[in-house]
Nanobody, 116 residues
Framework: QVQLVESGGGLAQPGGSLRLSCAAS????????MGWYRQGAGKRRELVAA???????NYADSVKGRFTISRDNAKGTVALQMNSLKPGDTTVYYC??????????WGKGTLVTVSS
């Protein structure tokens, strides 16, 4: 079992920055990939960025060049540095972990609002 707790959401102006953090607890050494997803009202949850234990990274096209994901395997943490934020980035962001065996775990989500 893995528990995930996000922090760092909030309000930013267009062009501004926010940093999301996620801390895992429980069986953190069973975690393979960690990442961030986001889901708007009435929309499907979509991948924002993901990073494997070995450091391979995948970004959604919409955030490439603006967002940076990083991870500390030993601590079971993952962070998302979000720069050049746009109003379209406004939504709830969820931390995700995929463990050995393929089970998915989710945090409760943190709201990011980009508005002037």
């Amino acid at each position: 079992q893995v528990q995930l707790v996000e922090s760092g959401g909030g309000l930013a102006q267009p062009g501004g920055s926010l940093r999301l953090s996620c801390a895992a607890s429980g069986s953190i050494f069973s975690i393979n990939a960690m990442g961030w997803y986001r889901q708007g009202a009435g929309k499907r949850r979509e991948l924002v960025a993901a990073i494997t234990k070995g450091g391979s990274i995948n970004y959604a096209d919409s955030v490439k060049g603006r967002f940076t994901i990083s991870r500390d395997n030993a601590k079971g943490t993952v962070a998302l540095q979000m720069n050049s934020l746009k109003p379209g980035d406004t939504t709830v962001y969820y931390c995700n972990a995929i463990v050995t065996g393929g089970d998915y775990y989710w945090g409760k989500g943190t709201l990011v609002t980009v508005s002037s």
